[in-house]
């Protein structure tokens, strides 16, 4: 649900308040009960009436998933637009739980017309591990719900800041050991290539 923070939505599109600006991509994002783990988020400006966006700042909160930000990961790709040089977030609040990127004032996400693939997008790429304190198994029934939000500005009404949430669970990659037991009768002349899940 996008919320601005200010003067009346009626000063753009209705539209504005349904369209969605950022998503995670689940696919491509996961984590690792003793490794690290990607995480993708993609902002997106699906304006297709020359809104441009700008004041764009991305916070990704991973509340109580047991996760924290590796340093030093963020990647950046653009999608029908330059990239900015590659920056680290400010990391904040619990086991650094909270990651925010403020993007340049020079960066702008054009509503551009066409069909989706003519969208102006940033993908930030960047790395999670399971902190320190957390157990080796705690990521397993971690409540691993994170929340990804985006403010920005859009050319409409540039003296407003309009925000949207995107909530989803980090999938979580872990080995499913299995285990079969066999058995063999030795007194029945089973020998010891024998092994049978049923024993006479």
């Known amino acids: 649900?996008?919320?601005?923070?200010?003067?009346?939505?009626?000063?753009?599109?209705?539209?504005?308040?349904?369209?969605?600006?950022i998503q995670h991509d689940l696919g491509a994002?996961?984590?690792?009960?003793?490794?690290?783990g990607p995480v993708r988020?993609?902002?997106?400006?699906?304006?297709?009436?020359?809104?441009?966006?700008?004041?764009?700042?991305?916070?990704?909160?991973?509340?109580?998933s047991g996760l924290t930000y590796v340093p030093g990961s963020t990647t950046f790709v653009g999608i029908n637009v330059a990239a900015p040089a590659a920056f680290n977030p400010v990391v904040s609040g619990p086991n650094g739980s909270i990651l925010t990127w403020t993007f340049p004032p020079g960066f702008t996400l054009d509503g551009r017309s066409g069909g989706a693939g003519n969208k102006e997008a940033i993908e930030i790429r960047y790395q999670v591990r399971r902190y320190a304190t957390l157990n080796q198994e705690g990521?397993?029934?971690?409540?691993?719900?994170f929340q990804g939000s985006v403010r920005f500005a859009p050319s409409c009404d540039v003296g407003t800041t309009y925000t949207d949430t995107d909530v989803d669970?980090?999938?979580?990659?872990?080995?499913?050991?299995?285990?079969?037991?066999?058995?063999?009768?030795?007194?029945?002349?089973?020998?010891?290539?024998?092994?049978?899940?049923?024993?006479?």
């Open 1 to 21: 649900m996008l919320l601005p923070w200010g003067s009346a939505l009626a000063v753009c599109s209705p539209s504005l308040s349904s369209d969605s600006f």
């Open 29 to 36: 994002s996961y984590c690792e009960l003793c490794g690290v």
């Open 41 to 64: 988020v993609r902002v997106t400006n699906p304006r297709s009436n020359g809104d441009d966006l700008s004041n764009i700042v991305v916070v990704e909160d991973l509340r109580n």
């Open 139 to 145: 990521l397993v029934t971690a409540n691993r719900t």
């Open 169 to 200: 669970e980090m999938p979580i990659r872990q080995p499913v050991p299995r285990v079969t037991k066999l058995g063999r009768n030795t007194d029945a002349g089973q020998a010891s290539n024998s092994y049978t899940n049923t024993v006479y």
